[in-house]
């Protein structure tokens, strides 16, 4: 008899995840990653740049999707999917650029749930056109570009869709998933949705990889894609899953 497994996800509950000290999704609404929220975030890049005589990208159209895990000590790490090694060997100028970037600057802080700091995910797209000579007061890419959307919720709705369908395809005589699971998927410009990676990895990993990614392409509604000046553009996007025996 296969072994029954709870499977619990912390839809509105951030006090799980705290109590096992595990890394959050995004920052809670109304907290920022970096002191001064993107405008400083952004108006601080572009001052390393011009502090250090840096030059942008032959290629005006590069963009690199920059994705950090801001652990509770406020150290950013920059975390590298393949698909994001992909994407910063087509964007390569963009790439090596905000790499530099973020190791001069600093104002980075954690997240916090009832007065604990807390390890989050932080996301933002770097546009080098947008800096050097380019560069306007108070930017900030959230006023021209939209995040990627799953209605009615966001990422509630969509981690209800992956619940109905992972208590029907785990798979628990193969490996027994215990614990907070982050994965990490991408959002296509069509809505669609591909799983990149998920983490920690356990025993037999590639088969509850496939479970998760089967679980995915189950779910029948697409995502609304986000958007660069009414476009729709790729996107990474992390869920955590939640076993519990």
Not at 78 to 97: F, G, H, M, P, S
Not at 173 to 184: A, H, K, R
Not at 221 to 232: E, H, L, M, S, T
Request: glycine letters at 4%; hydrophobic letters at 35%; a positive charge.
């Amino acid at each position: 008899m296969k072994k029954l497994i709870f499977l619990f996800f912390c839809i509105v509950s951030f006090h799980c995840m705290l109590a096992q000290k595990t890394s959050l999704e995004d920052y809670p609404t109304g907290q920022e990653a970096y002191k001064g929220g993107n405008i400083q975030m952004f108006k601080d890049i572009q001052s390393f740049f011009v502090k250090n005589n840096l030059v942008g990208c032959e290629n005006k159209k590069e963009i690199y999707w920059v994705l950090l895990r801001i652990d509770e000590n406020s150290k950013p790490a920059l975390i590298r999917k393949k698909a994001d090694i992909e994407r910063a060997e087509q964007n390569k100028c963009a790439y090596d650029l905000i790499v530099k970037a973020l190791g001069g600057i600093k104002d980075w802080q954690p997240a916090q749930i009832e007065g604990e700091k807390m390890t989050a995910h932080f996301d933002f797209p770097f546009i080098p056109a947008d800096f050097f000579e380019n560069y306007k007061e108070n930017y900030d890419t959230r006023n021209f570009i939209t995040r990627a959307s799953f209605p009615p919720n966001g990422i509630i709705s969509f981690r209800q869709e992956i619940r109905k369908n992972l208590f029907a395809y785990i798979d628990h005589e193969s490996y027994n998933p215990i614990g907070q699971f982050m994965v990490s998927f991408t959002i296509e410009k069509d809505g669609s949705t591909k799983v990149t990676d998920i983490e920690p990895k356990v025993k037999n990993s590639e088969q509850l990889m496939e479970d998760i990614k089967f679980a995915f392409k189950k779910i029948k509604q697409k995502w609304v894609p986000a958007k660069r000046n009414g476009i729709p553009v790729e996107t990474n996007r992390r869920v955590g899953l939640n076993f519990k025996e």
